[in-house]
């Protein structure tokens, strides 16, 4: 009988104890870093709102419209900033062409700086594709070392 009590006191403890660190995880963890990621996705809807407008400027993308973004770190793991964006566009270029156009309008990107001169963008397109008129991609902010990792792979993944 002391053996069966003994042993349910370890079962109870451990299934406290789980969700005791589960609770605090979540609030310690998974909470701050959700905001750090929303804070970033901001700041990253904002330069990509402007690139898209530099983007439209070209007289082959005739119409460009915001459909949605989305935080892709639950696809890639923790730390990884990516972002997905989603635009409807009316462009009579190739898939190459309007990559080729959205990334050097993403090198000339300059951010403005309040109190400084204006810096270069952390952003790099990590995966682009166009189905229909539903133009898809990805974009990485290359300010920590697991998105810098992540683009790396995803860079080794593209040369094979």
């Keep these: ?31 701050p870093e959700r905001n750090h990621q929303l804070q ?6 904002d330069q990509i709102s402007m690139l898209m407008k530099k983007v439209k400027q070209n007289g082959e993308v005739k119409g460009l419209y915001f459909n949605s973004s989305k935080v892709l770190t639950n696809v890639w793991g923790r730390g990884v900033m990516v972002f997905e ?34 810096i270069e963008t952390n952003l790099i397109i990590t995966d682009f ?9 990805d974009v990485a902010n290359r300010t920590n070392s697991a998105t810098q990792e992540y683009v790396k792979d995803i860079i080794k993944m593209d040369r094979k």
């Design 1 to 31: 009988m002391l053996n069966v009590r003994i042993i349910l006191e370890i079962i109870i403890g451990t299934i406290v104890a789980t969700f005791i660190y589960s609770f605090l995880h979540y609030l310690f963890v998974t909470i």
């Design 40 to 45: 970033v996705k901001s700041t990253v809807d």
């Design 85 to 118: 964006y989603e635009f409807r566009v009316e462009t009579t270029l190739k898939i190459n062409q309007l990559r080729s156009l959205t990334e050097l309008e993403l090198l000339n990107l300059k951010i403005p700086q309040a109190e400084s001169d204006d």
């Design 129 to 137: 594709w166009l189905n229909k008129n539903q133009l898809v991609f």
